[in-house]
């Protein structure tokens, strides 16, 4: 049974590039969660997707940012025109129930770098 | 605004000492605490999940312990190895969607 998985692991873009990021979540997982973890903060949360729908976006910056979670295929986190404060560690969760109780399963993250 | 906090940030230890790693939050009234571990460069390991009915969990040399009234959870870790060396990260849901706040975690560096 294979984890969350992520790709790419590492992704390096220049400003003004669009990063994408994917994540695949545990197999019978319909919850998807991405944080974003900074140099030397810990990690904070960003959005909340269950399938064709995002369920909480409060984490996520006003501009620039945008994910998914389609009917098909992963969920995707896109950072248009980046910037170099985009560099980060972005984590994706799985759960598979909605609510509190759950218990979350991380990818390994993709790290982004911005020259 | 729930916060969570975890301190010292690092901690080094000699292999074979039993030690504690301290989780604080500010709003007692969270559904569960979940402890993680971090090894460099990579994501995250769930170690311990405890819900707020539980006093404490259990897995291996593991073991957890939740106070929710005083707002506290421990990780204790006995006869500690090198193999332990990694980031310890504690965490509990904000709000109904599991959503979770994050300590900064604690580096514990355990020596041969």
């Known amino acids: 049974n294979a984890g969350v998985m992520q790709n790419p692991r590492h992704l390096v873009r220049r400003r003004g590039q669009e990063a994408r990021l994917r994540c695949s979540p545990m197999k019978g997982h319909s919850h998807v969660y991405w944080y974003r973890q900074l140099p030397e903060e810990g990690l904070k949360f960003m959005v909340y997707l269950q399938k064709e729908n995002i369920i909480d976006e409060s984490g996520m910056p006003k501009e620039r940012f945008s994910a998914e979670f389609p009917k098909e295929g992963p969920s995707i986190l896109r950072i248009q025109q980046v910037v170099r404060g985009d560099s980060a560690a972005y984590f994706c969760?799985?759960?598979?129930?909605?609510?509190?109780?759950?218990?979350?399963?991380f990818g390994e993250g993709s790290r982004l770098t911005v020259l | 605004k729930q916060e969570v906090t975890q301190i010292p940030a690092a901690l080094s230890v000699p292999e074979g000492e039993n030690l504690v790693l301290n989780c604080s939050f500010t709003?007692?009234?969270?559904?569960?605490l979940q402890w993680f571990r971090q090894d460099p460069g990579k994501g995250l390991t769930s170690l311990l999940l405890?819900?707020?009915?539980?006093r404490e969990q259990t897995s291996g040399r593991l073991n957890a312990s939740l106070d929710k009234s005083s707002g506290r959870s421990t990780l204790y870790i006995a006869a500690s190895q090198p193999g332990d060396s990694a980031t310890y990260l504690c965490?509990?849901?904000?709000?109904?969607?599991?959503?979770?706040?994050f300590g900064k975690g604690i580096t514990l560096s355990v020596r041969p």
């Open positions: 965490a509990v849901p904000t709000g109904a969607n599991s959503k979770l706040t």
């Open positions: 709003d007692s009234a969270i559904y569960n």
């Open positions: 969760a799985s759960s598979p129930s909605q609510g509190a109780t759950g218990e979350l399963f």
């Open positions: 405890i819900q707020s009915s539980q």
